[in-house]
């Protein structure tokens, strides 16, 4: 499958580059996208939630009142859940909420996103560009001739280009990737994604 190219003035080029069919032609695998969206959330958690259990409660374990004729229920102690300051009962400890997941099915719900984008024709290819400094201004520009300034979108990079991705940081709807760090939610996350000519031959090579 073919895409036209463009500039990064918006215009077209009249070249077209083949799409690595192994990756943008598989037909798109909701449940595993899913999957791969929840996992990517889920590492996302810090998970270190804590409340202090009726042991761990700094306070006198004298028994508060006498056992019986007090008209009231019995009660031990003042670290009681039933007290106000006492312990809580099965509450949040630190974990991890990461779980694991296949490496095919990753993979598959990568080249399921990737599909689906393409289907949706949300898919721009520009010729490689780079900047000599960071050019937030320009960037944008690049972007506004792209019809892209008010959409979120996501510029996929063959190689690591900390200019490129310094002159997009300051752009709330932007973002900047390398090929090697794509991943599906990511992908979901942006409307549009920007294809450097450079990141569909490392595409070919990682995910095909």
Do not use: C, W
């Not at 449940?31 to 009726?54: D, I, M, P």
């Not at 990461?98 to 984008?117: D, I, T």
């Amino acid at each position: 499958m073919k895409i036209e190219v463009v500039n990064i003035q918006g215009e077209k080029t009249g070249r077209e580059v083949e799409l690595p069919q192994a990756v943008f032609g598989v037909e798109p695998n909701e449940h595993v996208v899913y999957l791969a969206v929840r996992q990517y959330l889920a590492n996302q958690r810090q998970g270190t939630h804590k409340s202090k259990e009726r042991a761990e409660i700094v306070g006198s374990t004298k028994k508060i009142k006498r056992q019986k004729g007090t008209g009231t229920a019995r009660a031990g102690s003042i670290k009681s859940p039933v007290f106000r300051g006492g312990g809580r009962v099965f509450g949040p400890r630190p974990r991890n909420y990461g779980f694991k997941l296949n490496k095919k099915v990753k993979s598959l719900a990568r080249k399921s996103a990737l599909a689906s984008k393409l289907q949706k024709e949300e898919i721009i290819v520009v010729e490689d560009f780079t900047f000599d400094a960071p050019q937030t201004k320009q960037y944008r520009e690049i972007l506004a001739n792209l019809n892209l300034a008010d959409k979120r979108s996501l510029l996929v990079t063959g190689e690591n280009d900390l200019n490129l991705y310094t002159s997009s940081k300051n752009l709330k709807k932007a973002n900047v990737m390398r090929v090697n760090e794509l991943n599906t939610y990511a992908v979901l996350d942006n409307n549009y994604l920007i294809l450097s000519e450079s990141s569909i031959e490392k595409m070919k090579e990682l995910f095909a």
